[in-house]
């Protein structure tokens, strides 16, 4: 069974950072495409930030140059830096692995207070 576990969310007051994990048990993860999203409350996920199987990474508009996606395809881990946080950075991040089919975890919360 797919699982994906995220983690590394909490409570952070404007200007600081966080680094969100995600880990995903799943055979041969390293062929599977790779995405962030965020889901703030009352409004629909977006896309955050995505690293392919060939490490091509691409942001949001709203995140460039603040965060910083990655992956260890050892580890069948994927990670998000977030830096300088801004309220509108609140909502509940999801981590999801693409091929075929998707695979999303449970999310983890951030929370930036201004």
């Known amino acids: 069974q797919v699982q994906l576990v995220e983690s590394g969310g909490g409570l952070v007051p404007a200007g600081g950072s966080l680094r969100l994990s995600c880990v995903a048990s799943?055979?041969?993860?390293?062929?599977?495409?790779t995405r962030w999203y965020r889901q703030a409350p009352g409004k629909q996920r977006v896309l955050v930030a995505s690293?392919?199987?060939?490490?091509?990474?691409a942001y949001a508009d709203s995140v460039k140059d603040r965060f910083v996606i990655s992956r260890d395809n050892a580890k069948n881990s994927l990670y998000l830096q977030m830096s300088s946080l801004k309220p509108e950075d609140t909502g509940l991040y999801f981590c999801?692995?693409?091929?075929?089919?998707?695979?999303w975890g449970q999310g983890t919360q951030v929370t930036v207070s201004s």
């Open positions: 999801s692995v693409h091929r075929a089919i998707a695979y």
């Open positions: 799943i055979f041969a993860f390293d062929l599977y495409d």
């Open positions: 690293i392919d199987r060939n490490g091509t990474v």
